[in-house]
């Protein structure tokens, strides 16, 4: 694997941390995203710097605090200051923590209007360039048949914990591909069309929680209970909440996109 650029790239690359450089990668480019559709949508309140604020604010601290709790016995887990500083990071919780930054920052500066629309497509660029440090640097998944799979050379593959020799998923390429699809349904399609405020936001992110709680067979992370791992667990939980939330309001006629059948319909 490749933790610095110099690893990756030759010795004429900065010796910057792979992963982290590919993560302020895709922050930059969502923020380029971010403004172009903020300007599109004609946006003009300043308040929606909070809001961003609110949102990184949120990731970086419920990434960490996401992956606290690794084992039952409290006292085998790291202390609260070692784990915001150098614990592990979750993108189910960053996801989560951004959720809440935005909330949070809505209720303190008084922000009422829906936001989600502006931040869809940036996050799915972000995912889709910050999960190339991920392909870099961590375990890249399950042993597999097939002809795509990665095979890491001792030293790598004890740096990482995975088997050596073996053709593995490489399953964050596997996100890449769904976040950069994704990012072209939004960009596109989605955002052009009539749907009620916010709402995009909600469809990517449900989309990528099945997605996500699909790939994590391949992903090689521990099993946590009943042969599921800790983010399928996690999922098992939400996925349906943002179903149910996609049907009450495609019911209420909040995606165009879904016909709506009429009275003669629904009594035939």
């Given amino acids: 694997m490749f933790p610095t650029l110099q690893d990756l790239l030759g010795p004429w ?3 910057l941390e792979t992963h982290g450089f590919f993560v302020a990668l895709g922050l930059g480019a969502a923020g380029i995203v971010f403004l172009i559709e903020r300007r599109r949508r004609g946006v003009t309140d300043p308040r ?3 809001l961003v604020l609110g949102a990184l604010v949120g990731a970086a601290i419920l990434s960490r605090l996401g992956t ?3 084992h039952i016995d409290l006292t085998k887990n790291r202390d609260l200051v070692s784990q915001l500083t150098h614990g592990n990071a979750s993108i189910l919780s960053a ?7 935005v909330h949070v920052a ?13 931040f869809a497509p940036a996050v799915a660029i972000a995912m889709a360039i910050g999960r190339f440090g991920c392909l870099f640097t961590e375990r890249p998944g399950t042993p597999t048949g097939a002809g795509w799979g990665i095979v890491l ?7 990482v914990g995975s088997p050596a020799g073996v053709p593995l998923h490489p399953s964050f390429v596997y996100e890449i591909a769904f976040h950069a699809a ?10 052009h069309r009539d749907i009620a405020a916010g709402e995009t936001l909600t469809l990517y992110i449900a989309a990528y929680g099945i997605f996500r709680f699909f790939v994590e067979f391949v992903r090689g992370n521990d099993i946590a209970w009943l042969g599921l791992t800790r983010p399928q667990l996690f999922l098992i939980v939400t996925i349906p909440l943002l179903l149910a939330r996609i049907v009450w309001k495609a019911r209420r006629g909040a995606f165009p996109l879904i016909p709506r059948r ?3 319909e629904q009594h035939a």
């Fill in 153 to 159: 050379d001792p030293a790598a593959a004890a740096r």
């Fill in 106 to 118: 809505k209720k303190i500066v008084g922000y009422r209007d829906r936001s989600g629309d502006l």
């Fill in 95 to 101: 996801l989560v923590g951004a959720w809440l930054g």
């Fill in 68 to 70: 606290w709790a690794q």
């Fill in 262 to 264: 009429t009275p003669s």
């Fill in 13 to 15: 690359a900065p010796p």
């Fill in 182 to 191: 994704a990012f072209c349904l939004l960009w596109f399609w989605l955002r």
């Fill in 48 to 50: 929606v710097a909070y």
